[in-house]
């Protein structure tokens, strides 16, 4: 069987529903008309919960798809944000776009430290009596840095907020969110996973659970039927006396 991935933390709300709600309308099912005689429905759900990693293994590939299609769907952030900003959707894994995301964050960095650099060293030969004749081109090239510098952060700025506002749209809002509808493609996948979860991992594990002979029951043995230890009363009787 395949190994399925832990369940997301957002998942995780999901399942719980899920078993919840099956064990809420057990008594619409035959196959679990059992629940109550030895576990009842608190003691299955806790068995449940324990046993999530083994039920959900019983969906595997439908999770795993479920999961990847909805992280197709998420708002892209950081670099992908910079990536869509400078080759626009969908071109955040082209090499050009990569070195575009290096240059559009070094050049202000870079464009900053020759700005303070040039400044404060052409300003220190102005202070000279008489001042050097390359302290002006130092200075007019540590003002053009600055205006470099400006321009980037400025470019820079503006790119990530139009991109952010632009991909909105992309966000995947939480299945429980007031009137947040998940896309058609996600929402398919989601009803995809939760019916394989449903029919192959959590009923086939309540069955067993309430079939199953070595299934514990739900309260300790009595103390009366509990095994105790063998031994055998001392002798207390003396020796038979010797006949003659």
Same mark, same amino acid.
């Given at each position: 069987?395949?190994?399925?991935?832990?369940?997301?933390?957002?998942?995780?709300?999901?399942?719980?529903?899920?078993?919840?709600?099956?064990?809420?309308?057990?008594?619409?099912?035959?196959?679990?008309?059992?629940?109550?005689?030895?576990?009842?429905?608190?003691?299955?759900?806790?068995?449940?919960?324990?046993?999530?990693?083994?039920?959900?293994?019983?969906?595997?590939?439908?999770?795993?798809?479920?999961?990847?299609?909805?992280?197709?769907?998420?708002?892209?952030?950081?670099?992908?944000?910079?990536?869509?900003?400078?080759?626009?959707?969908?071109? @955040?894994?082209?090499?050009? $776009? /990569?070195?575009?995301?290096?240059?559009?964050?070094? %050049?202000?960095? #870079? =464009?900053? +430290? &020759?700005?303070?650099?040039?400044?404060?060293?052409?300003?220190?030969?102005?202070?000279?009596?008489?001042?050097?004749?390359?302290? @002006?081109?130092?200075?007019? $090239? /540590?003002?053009?840095?600055?205006?470099?510098?400006? %321009?980037?952060? #400025? =470019?820079? +700025? &503006?790119?990530?907020?139009?991109?952010?506002?632009?991909?909105?749209?992309?966000?995947?809002?939480?299945?429980?969110?007031?009137?947040?509808?998940?896309?058609?493609?996600?929402?398919?996948?989601?009803?995809?996973?939760?019916?394989?979860? #449903?029919?192959?991992?959590?009923?086939?594990?309540?069955?067993?659970?309430?079939?199953?002979?070595?299934?514990?029951?739900?309260?300790?043995?009595?103390?009366?039927?509990?095994?105790?230890?063998?031994?055998?009363?001392?002798?207390?009787?003396?020796?038979?006396?010797?006949?003659?």
């Amino acid at each position: 069987m395949k190994k399925a991935p832990h369940l997301l933390p957002e998942d995780r709300a999901d399942y719980e529903r899920l078993l919840d709600e099956t064990l809420r309308n057990a008594s619409e099912r035959p196959d679990l008309a059992g629940i109550g005689q030895r576990l009842n429905s608190e003691q299955l759900r806790t068995m449940a919960l324990d046993a999530s990693a083994l039920i959900s293994a019983a969906a595997a590939t439908e999770y795993d798809h479920f999961v990847r299609v909805r992280e197709e769907h998420r708002r892209p952030t950081g670099v992908s944000v910079m990536a869509s900003v400078l080759g626009g959707p969908g071109d @955040e894994t082209t090499p050009g $776009a /990569g070195f575009g995301v290096v240059v559009t964050v070094l %050049a202000p960095i #870079l =464009a900053g +430290t &020759a700005a303070v650099i040039f400044l404060l060293v052409g300003y220190v030969l102005k202070m000279l009596d008489p001042p050097p004749d390359f302290a @002006e081109p130092l200075l007019a $090239a /540590g003002w053009f840095f600055a205006a470099v510098t400006a %321009a980037g952060l #400025l =470019a820079a +700025t &503006a790119g990530i907020l139009v991109t952010a506002l632009r991909n909105r749209s992309t966000e995947v809002p939480a299945p429980d969110e007031p009137g947040g509808d998940l896309p058609d493609e996600i929402s398919r996948a989601r009803e995809a996973w939760r019916h394989a979860l #449903l029919e192959r991992g959590i009923l086939p594990f309540l069955r067993e659970a309430l079939t199953e002979p070595g299934t514990p029951a739900p309260s300790p043995e009595p103390l009366d039927r509990l095994p105790r230890p063998g031994f055998t009363s001392p002798d207390l009787t003396g020796p038979e006396p010797r006949s003659d």
